[in-house]
């Protein structure tokens, strides 16, 4: 059996660029997407925290430490600079490599720089 699992996650980064005129994707800092193990043209999910957009594109890769995230194209009409997005990856596996399996969690400061990084999801409680 194959499940689709997290693969990876940028958890709050700011939209610094919206840009409707460009060929379409996600243009993402090189380290961060080096750092969440993206793969360039690879498959993204986005969702806005602030207006609860919901859509999927491929990441392109920006300049290493530009703290870039643009999204293109008609995506660009989904959020807009200073918004906050989780930017997801996410990846098919065989039953038999969950046993070892963890996400790798990037997680963002205003400024897009790294705040701190995990391969585990806090439990929610009460």
């Given amino acids: 059996m ?9 958890h709050q980064a700011r939209i ?50 530009s703290k870039i995230i643009s999204i293109n194209g008609a995506a660009a009409h989904k959020g807009e600079p200073g918004q906050r997005v ?4 996410y990846a098919s596996y065989a039953s038999a490599e ?7 969690l990037v997680y963002l400061d205003e400024g897009n720089a790294i705040k701190s990084t995990s391969n585990t999801i806090p439990v929610q409680v009460a």
């Fill in 98 to 104: 969950l046993a070892n399996y963890h996400p790798r």
């Fill in 86 to 89: 989780i930017i997801c990856a």
């Fill in 2 to 10: 194959q499940c689709t699992m997290l693969k990876a996650k940028l």
């Fill in 16 to 65: 610094t660029h919206a840009e409707l005129e460009y060929e379409g994707s996600c243009a993402i800092d090189g380290e961060l997407l080096d750092m969440a193990g993206i793969l360039e043209y690879e498959q993204v999910d986005l969702y806005n925290l602030e207006n609860g957009e919901r859509f999927t594109t491929y990441a392109i890769r920006a300049e290493e430490g």
